[in-house]
């Protein structure tokens, strides 16, 4: 049976009580079907002990798609140059870059195993394996003279553009296995980071993705798409 999914939310830390509450209340809603597991995707014992219930969970049948969500922008924007030091560089790669790569690899294996019990005929797709790295127009490294005057956030942008390349990495590592592996900017959204004047609602935003990732196929392995399904040049 395809059907296991796994969505990750950044450092349990950095969780507002509005969205955990509003988590919670969501798996209630739905008993079975969705299941909270604590993960800080900044710390590799926490990754761990999420894989091993991930496992427990999901059994022998495997994980069909890992969308890797968690990122966190420091220090505040607009994270000039001046205001950004070392610390703040170390900090988000380790939970932009670091935390997606290691929990992908860890989470290979099952992974694997979805690819594997589904038809021999079906092609690559997020129904059958898939991993989704959700980056931003902002680490495009040619759009870049159209961008950063609006956001120079220079950990969070060479962090996604890092995240960029592990897609690709992983895209060709996990071919063989039948495993899909995209990036997909969600667009400029009404959230924490993104701000009131970002000009897409978060409905507006995961119904977009929802309908990309419903189309994406072997052709689709290693790109950035936007949440209308367009490509994004590196």
Not at 40 to 63: N, W
Not at 189 to 201: F, I, S, Y
Request: aromatic content about 4%.
């Amino acid at each position: 049976m395809c059907g296991r999914h796994i969505s990750n939310y950044g450092p349990v830390t950095s969780l507002s009580p509005l969205f955990s509450q509003a988590l919670r209340q969501l798996s209630a809603q739905h008993p079975g079907k969705i299941s909270i597991i604590k993960l800080d995707v900044a710390d590799e014992q926490s990754i761990s002990a999420a894989v091993e219930a991930v496992k427990k969970k999901v059994g022998a049948s495997g994980l069909n798609l890992l969308i890797n969500n968690a990122a966190i922008n420091k220090p505040a924007s607009p994270a000039s140059l001046l205001s950004t030091g070392k610390k703040d560089m170390m900090e988000v790669f380790e939970t932009n870059v670091a935390g997606p790569f290691l929990l992908t690899k860890m989470l290979h294996p099952l992974l694997q195993s979805a690819a594997k019990s589904c038809s021999a005929a079906e092609g690559m797709s997020c129904r059958r394996a898939a991993v989704i790295n959700v980056s931003t127009l902002l680490s495009s490294i040619e759009k870049c003279p159209e961008t950063f005057a609006m956001a120079q956030m220079y950990p969070y942008r060479t962090s996604k553009a890092a995240l960029n390349m592990l897609t690709s990495c992983q895209a060709e590592n996990f071919r063989a296995d039948n495993i899909l592996v995209a990036a997909v900017h969600p667009g400029w959204v009404r959230t924490d980071m993104g701000g009131e004047q970002a000009p897409l609602t978060t409905e507006d935003s995961v119904l977009g993705m929802i309908r990309v990732l419903s189309t994406l196929s072997s052709k689709h392995s290693g790109k950035l798409l936007d949440w209308e399904g367009n490509s994004i040049p590196w």
